[in-house]
């Protein structure tokens, strides 16, 4: 077994600016009403008839029943 002196396994990490970089934006509009159950389905189909392949029971019980309302509209970036 080697063992490494603790100075030489210590990495230099520079953050910069331009250390990400935006690859594409895109603009979402408001939402008055977003029903959780309507998008995952509580049978594992939703209502475009997509089969979720697996939801597990906590996933279920914490975020079907979920219902946001007024979600303001915003600006998604992916880097």
Same mark, same amino acid.
């Given at each position: 077994?080697v063992?490494? %002196? #603790?100075?030489? /396994?210590?990495?230099?990490? +520079?953050?910069?600016? *331009?250390?990400?970089s %935006?690859v594409?934006?895109?603009?979402? @509009?408001?939402? =008055? #009403?977003?029903?959780?159950? =309507?998008?995952? @389905?509580?049978? @594992? /189909?939703? !209502? =475009?008839?997509? !089969?979720?392949?697996?939801? @597990? =029971?906590?996933? #279920?019980?914490?975020?079907? %029943?979920?219902?946001?309302? *007024? /979600?303001?509209? +915003?600006?998604?970036?992916?880097?």
């Amino acid at each position: 077994m080697v063992f490494w %002196p #603790k100075e030489e /396994i210590v990495m230099k990490v +520079t953050v910069g600016a *331009d250390l990400l970089s %935006p690859v594409s934006e895109a603009s979402v @509009g408001p939402v =008055d #009403k977003f029903v959780v159950a =309507d998008v995952l @389905g509580s049978t @594992g /189909i939703n !209502k =475009d008839g997509v !089969k979720i392949a697996f939801l @597990g =029971d906590n996933f #279920k019980r914490v975020f079907v %029943p979920l219902v946001e309302k *007024d /979600i303001q509209g +915003t600006r998604l970036t992916s880097y």
